[in-house]
């Protein structure tokens, strides 16, 4: 739907390289960055097995806030998974540009605006950039992760094309949550936000989109 073979995919946050994987199953170009080595050979060794197509997948390190590898309207889809917020620690909090060891909220939504940013210049108009984000909770209140995020991508350009929520069933933090959750009076969360946003077109008149694009207060 959103792409076609032989497109340019770039999935910015790569860890484990599944987005590599699929591209070379659906014969698309795909480049994975990660900040993180561990992450990088992960998703280089996964691509290890064959399968024939004529297209490239790779992974390389780098930062996703300084995309300066990349030229501008360059990228045919961006599709992507960025970490959480001080939950899972991806490289134990020994990168510093780690997006998941960011130590506070306006921090972390901070980088993730400098990151919608970069994604926004290397898109080529009127294609799709895919965030899938969770939300999380601090004493016991829900913290709407997802709303704050897509609020910095719409105030970087992109018009909010799709909402998908993706349900997450046998979570393995359910058990260990649950207790807690039935003590302190409170859900556990069991989804996730999937956003597809559109980088508009040179020179379109967006102001059809006016409640599907940044409001200013």
């Known amino acids: 739907m959103y792409s076609e073979e032989k497109d340019y995919i770039l999935d910015p946050m790569v860890g484990s390289g599944t987005s590599l994987i699929e591209a070379k199953l659906l014969n698309r170009n795909a480049l994975g960055i990660d900040i993180n080595p561990e992450a990088v050979k992960l998703s280089n060794d996964a691509l290890e097995f064959e399968f024939k197509n004529d297209c490239i997948q790779k992974a390389i390190i780098g930062n996703v806030k300084e995309l300066s590898n990349l030229q501008e309207n360059s990228i045919d889809l961006i599709i992507t998974h960025p970490p959480y917020l001080n939950i899972v620690k991806y490289s134990d909090g020994k990168i510093e540009e780690d997006l998941s060891s960011s130590g506070g909220m306006v921090k972390f939504l901070n980088d993730i605006e400098q990151i919608s940013k970069e994604l926004y210049r290397v898109l080529k108009p009127n294609k799709f950039c895919a965030i899938l984000i969770g939300d999380t909770r601090k004493r016991q ?77």
């Open 141 to 217: 209140h829900f913290v709407p992760i997802s709303h704050y995020l897509m609020e910095r991508f719409l105030k970087s350009g992109f018009i909010l094309k799709e909402e998908i929520i993706k349900a997450q069933h046998n979570c393995s933090y359910s058990n260990r949550w649950g207790w807690k959750a039935k003590k302190y009076k409170f859900y556990l969360i069991m989804h996730e936000h999937l956003f597809i946003f559109r980088k508009p077109k040179e020179n379109e008149d967006t102001s059809i989109f006016s409640w599907s694009k940044y409001r200013e207060k």
